[in-house]
């Protein structure tokens, strides 16, 4: 009872918005001819790229939803611009993120969503605008919560600019030169299509529509090359198709069926183990769209590298099931690039999807991506590892001794582990050494990325030699090899996110911090609860 | 052999080969990089170097970390097989801080800027220097910048070398400059401008042609009776017609609103001017009112015309001072932080109606920071700083025998103050010494601070020394010597980079304290430097210079990943310089890095050592099981 009541709240919630619109601007979203609006090759934040994406972009920033009160993203975007303007004003799209910010502004701390004139009224743009100065003098000594305002005042901007149709001038003007007095043939079409839109005649919109389709065609074509314009239905389908999270379902998927007997016969028994190759086959869909799409190695930011550490922990797996046949680690391991996937999928606005370019030092060469792949994969084998290791403590913790689980098995599993990883960070420190020599003349500088990478490369040494002498058991590099992963995370998140310095600063953001606290705690009960019992035993010397 | 098995066997041999040593070692060096990492985001990457990279004993764990492994690898001796691996990868990791230790100790990496058109070959270069240069006599030393305080006895030898000309006394690791214009000494005006975000001292010299510039605004002064800036032909809103009384007619209503409950509490009828009104504790004074406001340079000002009324307003509360914009026209746009004023305010007037304008009509005040062009980044609207057509103009109306008479006889001394934008002058004062110019806009203030016609030494303020860097800023503060000059009782204070003229025993002489320059064996002319940015955005997708080596005729490209090589030395593109209106500056990295070759081996034998390692653990294990 409890469960429906619960799940009925849900639905409730999800579909409240629909009927807090009112029915003219209902009629009018249907109007709005999505699917050909779609497809226009919009130039935005240096790239062309759908209108879609475009939309979904702006709509994400503002609402924190690719499709804000339900409704389609771009559908949504059309009728804010041809709505009158009180509608546009008075729906409450903007998400207050911050429970502060929304009672420093004087809204009660339930009210996630409010409208632009709410925010108006508020005392936003007085307390945002001494605070745009002191972020350009030095953006690190602001605090959170003045960030939270800024990025609200961002978000109140952006609406603002959807609301206007600037954004959209701005967009269908490779210039970049939106102002409606800059009357160039893009600005006329768009305005011609957004006047039919408001007017009756559909079909008149669909061929205003269709005007302005082909000219940003030609426009894309003349400067990215005749076959540049299939990227754009490309993109499309990749929106759709969100491959990382079908792959992620399937990944979850292979590990649920393992609990079952059945199920684990019919991945073991089935002709090459095909089915553990379908989230993989996904993944590597996405994966290869993406790198078409953008032209560079999906490794610039957090969500670019979380995908190739997942890519990593896919392709090490099989590997792993093809020399040492052990069911178990192929299991753990899917668990893992699931959850990764999901994590990707799932926070848009902490890892953002999208695939805007990268800053001049990046674009360079391959000296980059080969360094940065070689690192960021070197942490799939680290993540793996760690895998292992809380499976061996967790399963001595229960004292299931199964014919699968030898503890020494998987403990030298964890030990080949950790040395690819260490082969593949030492040598991806180096490689980023050669490159950091090759394009600024120095092979090291101390900045905090390289250095937190050695870090965790030293903790892992240590454990290696730490095993050689003996004081590694095979149960304790178990237990220690998740410890070692704390190494790891700092220097994959940790740097980025919360340190924020360095010449490493192309992949800086914020946000995540909750995921990450919660996985540490969760780590350091898992480490605690056992080590209290093999204190308690006198397990620990075995 | 048997020697080398008792050699092998000597409890210190052991010691230094053993993974004893290699583990808390590289638990240390781990702590010590991390500790250096934190420092370098709390405060900057060069107070990291000073207090943990460049520090000796962190040299020392490397030392000890190479001795430990070169150990190792010679305990095994004599080497099976099986060690192969092992071998290999401790001969990388020695070879790689080899060649470490010969960059660290041989190599230059300086930076080197030209402007376009220019030439330079000049590295300025990460270590630091005391120069005496005279007449016929130049010497200079290293001086180590360490990150504690030192006295005289750390500086026998560099008091040594200068012969007993200067002593230095005493080292600060960081000190706040005394601004430089304290050090002037002679004819000038003094002034000090500020707002929220900074407090600036500056000192115009007066002399033909003097000018400072801060931030987007231009500071000059004209001297004694020059002609400054016409203002016979040019449009002038003098402060007499500004203050006539044509909108000192009824008519004209200051609402005062509750802010939570929008109810109104109080409507003032604005027929005079610095009308206080108090509201439960709360005192509102209007202090101005424009028919057109126009922002200059943050400052509100009249403009022509009765197209954008504004009221000023001075709000005391809870012992607080907070200025208010309102603008009759666009009721929404409150500027100051007005946290502690429960209070919304509306100006109505004749001149402009009170509801908001339409979409099409509404325009921001002129001068406003412009908000269309910055709403496409995700960050929001962030308005952009002002042009550089902004000048502050100070003009001394009288002659130098009339100052010097207003000087000693104690009267008011008048300076007359122009802000012109665009070459219109929009507001013009005349001020007296001691004087402020309080503008509304964010508060910005410009105050006269002092005047001197007679020449007369400046007391010289001392610099103050500070414990530490302050948090999260960009720079190292510089140091300090306390120097000694030969005959003179008092030491004198070196600051890091700045140069000064000194007498010592009858000689003029130039001392310098700071980085080190070095001269490059070439010159390197910068024909044009251009940078490429992503369509329709500001970020840069590459940048690069043309450049001619001595006078060579044929061009050069150095770009992000094609540096110049010449003479040992290579060139970067490491960064530049784009300045409205200013010829672009490139700045290049140099480098002689003897270390290179080394380190490249190293890495080499490194990488192939795991592997081998890698793959004979492997084969040992399967043999076993």
């Known amino acids: 009872m409890k469960t429906l009541t619960i799940f009925f709240l849900l639905f409730s919630s999800l579909f409240s918005y629909a009927e807090e619109l009112d029915l003219n601007f209902k009629a009018l979203l249907e109007k709005i001819p999505a699917e050909e609006a779609s497809v226009l090759a919009v130039h935005d934040r240096g790239r062309y790229k759908p209108l879609e994406t475009y939309a979904r972009e702006k709509m994400l920033f503002i609402s924190g939803k690719y499709s804000p009160m339900g409704q389609d993203a771009v559908k949504m975007f059309f009728a804010l611009i041809v709505a009158p303007e009180l509608t546009g004003q008075t729906l409450p799209l903007i998400n207050i993120r911050s429970v502060k910010v929304r009672k420093m502004l004087g809204f009660s701390s339930e009210q996630r969503f409010v409208s632009l004139k709410a925010l108006k009224d508020t005392r936003l743009e007085a307390m945002a605008s001494p605070l745009i100065a002191r972020e350009k003098e030095n953006a690190r000594l602001l605090s959170a919560d003045e960030k939270d305002v800024l990025e609200l005042f961002g978000q109140y901007w952006t609406l603002e600019s959807v609301l206007s149709a600037r954004g959209f001038f701005e967009v269908i003007n490779v210039n970049g030169n939106g102002s409606p007095e800059a009357q160039s043939e893009e600005t006329v079409m768009g305005t011609k299509f957004l006047r039919a839109l408001n007017g009756d005649d559909q079909q008149l919109a669909r061929n205003e529509l269709k005007n302005l389709q082909e000219k940003l065609k030609l426009n894309m074509m003349k400067t990215e090359g005749a076959s540049s314009y299939s990227k754009i239905s490309l993109e499309i389908f990749y929106n759709k198709l969100r491959p990382f999270f079908i792959s992620a379902l399937l990944f979850f998927a292979i590990f649920l069926a393992t609990f079952s007997a059945k199920g684990k016969a019919f991945l073991l028994n089935s002709k090459w183990n095909w089915p553990v190759y379908l989230p993989i086959l996904f993944l590597f869909l996405g994966f290869f769209i993406r790198v078409y799409i953008t032209g560079f190695a999906p490794v610039t930011n957090m969500y670019g590298t979380m995908i190739w550490v997942s890519f990593g922990i896919s392709v090490f797996s099989i590997i792993f099931y093809a020399i040492y046949k052990n069911f178990e680690v192929l299991k753990l391991s899917f668990l893992g690039a699931g959850i990764f996937l999901l994590l990707t999928e799932s926070i848009p606005l902490t890892l953002s999807p999208d695939m805007d370019p990268i800053v001049a030092v990046l674009r360079s060469n391959m000296w980059l991506t080969i360094h940065v792949l070689t690192i960021v994969i070197s942490y799939s084998a680290f993540t793996m590892a760690m895998l292992l290791g809380n499976y061996v403590i967790i399963q001595d913790f229960l004292k299931k001794s199964t014919s699968d689980f030898n503890p020494n098995v998987i403990s030298h599993y964890i030990y080949r582990l950790i040395q690819l990883g260490v082969f593949l960070l030492t040598v991806g420190i180096i490689l980023g050494g050669i490159w950091a020599d090759y394009s600024w003349g120095r092979f090291w500088g101390w900045d905090p990325k390289e250095t937190c990478a050695l870090i965790a490369d030293m903790g892992y040494l240590i454990l290696l030699h730490g095993r050689f002498v003996g004081w590694v058991t095979p149960y304790r590099l178990a237990f220690l090899s998740p410890i070692a992963y704390f190494l790891v995370v700092f220097a994959w998140y940790g740097v980025n996110f919360i340190l924020a310095t360095g010449l490493h600063s192309y992949g800086f953001s914020s946000g995540g911090v909750t995921v990450v606290i919660t996985y540490v705690l969760i780590q350091l009960l898992i480490l605690g609860v056992v080590s209290y019992k093999n204190i308690s035993f006198k397990k620990m010397a075995a | 052999m048997q020697t080398w098995n008792k050699i ?618």
């Open chain 2, 8 to 625: 092998k066997s000597n409890a210190f041999f052991k010691f230094l080969s053993s993974v004893k040593l290699a583990v808390p070692l590289l638990i240390i060096l781990a702590l010590a990089i991390l500790a250096g990492t934190l420092v370098e985001s709390r405060y900057n990457a060069e107070y990291a170097k000073l207090v943990v990279y460049d520090t000796s004993w962190f040299i020392l764990l490397h030392v000890l970390l190479a001795v430990n492994i070169i150990f190792a690898a010679l305990s095994r001796i004599p080497y099976k097989p099986i060690h192969t691996g092992f071998v290999i990868t401790h001969i990388g990791l020695v070879t790689l801080l080899w060649g470490s230790w010969v960059t660290y100790k041989e190599g230059i990496d300086g930076m080197l800027s030209v402007q376009e058109g220019q030439s330079s070959s000049s590295v300025i270069v990460n270590e630091r220097v005391i120069e005496l240069i005279g007449d016929r006599f130049f010497k200079k030393m290293k001086i180590e910048r360490s990150s504690t305080e030192r006295n005289i006895d750390s500086f026998m030898d560099i008091n040594s070398h200068f012969g007993g000309l200067i002593s230095v006394n005493h080292y600060y690791p960081f000190v706040n400059p005394p601004l430089q214009d304290s050090f002037l000494e002679g004819k000038g005006l003094a002034f000090n401008i500020k707002n929220n975000f900074f407090d600036e001292n500056l000192f115009l010299p007066i002399e033909s042609g003097s000018e400072r510039s801060l931030g987007p605004a231009v500071f000059r002064l004209i001297p004694f009776g020059e002609k400054g800036f016409s203002s016979g032909s040019q449009k002038t809103i003098s402060k007499k017609s500004k203050r006539k009384p044509s909108s000192a007619s009824s008519g004209e209503l200051l609402v005062i609103k509750d802010k939570k409950s929008g109810k109104v509490v109080k409507e003032v009828d604005l027929g005079t001017v610095n009308k206080k009104i108090d509201i439960g504790g709360v005192t509102i004074t209007v202090v101005k009112k424009f028919k057109n406001g126009v922002v200059v340079e943050n400052k509100m000002v009249e403009g022509e015309g009765n197209n954008n009324p504004v009221l000023e307003l001075e709000i005391l509360s809870g012992g607080k001072k907070i200025r208010e914009i309102i603008y009759a026209r666009f009721p929404d746009f409150a500027l100051g932080n007005n946290e502690l004023v429960p209070f919304k305010f509306t100006f109505i007037t004749a001149l402009a109606a009170p509801e908001a304008p339409s979409k099409e009509e509404a325009e921001l005040p002129q001068g406003h920071v412009p908000i269309e062009s910055h709403t496409t980044s995700d960050t929001g609207g962030l308005p952009a700083v002002g042009s550089r057509n902004n000048i502050v103009e100070f003009q001394l109306l009288h002659s130098e025998e009339d100052y010097q008479a207003k000087l000693s006889s104690g009267q008011p001394i008048p300076v007359k103050v122009l802000l012109i934008k665009k070459d219109q002058i929009v507001s013009e004062k005349i001020l007296n010494i001691g004087e402020s110019f309080e503008t509304p806009w964010m508060g910005m203030v410009l105050k006269l601070n002092s005047f001197q016609v007679t020449p007369q030494v400046s007391p010289l303020s001392l610099p103050k020394v500070l414990p530490a860097p302050e948090l999260f800023s960009n720079s190292l503060p510089p140091s300090a010597l306390l120097v000694k000059l030969s005959g003179k009782a008092d030491p004198i204070w070196l600051i890091e980079g700045q140069p000064q003229e000194v007498q010592i025993e009858n000689d003029r002489f130039q001392i310098y304290y700071g980085k080190n320059i070095i001269k490059l064996p070439f010159v390197l002319n910068l024909d044009k430097f251009s940078k490429k940015d992503y369509l329709g955005t500001e970020t840069a997708m590459s940048f690069e210079s043309q450049v001619k080596v001595n006078s060579d005729k044929e061009s050069i490209t150095i770009s992000m990943n094609e540096p110049l090589k010449r003479d040992g030395y290579t060139l970067y593109q490491s960064s530049y310089q784009l300045i409205p209106n200013a010829p672009a500056v490139s700045i290049f990295s140099v480098n002689q890095d003897p270390g290179r070759w080394i380190k490249y081996l190293g890495s080499l034998i490194l990488a192939i050592g795991i592997i081998i390692y890698t793959y004979m653990r492997s084969r040992l294990y399967r043999a076993k099981s």
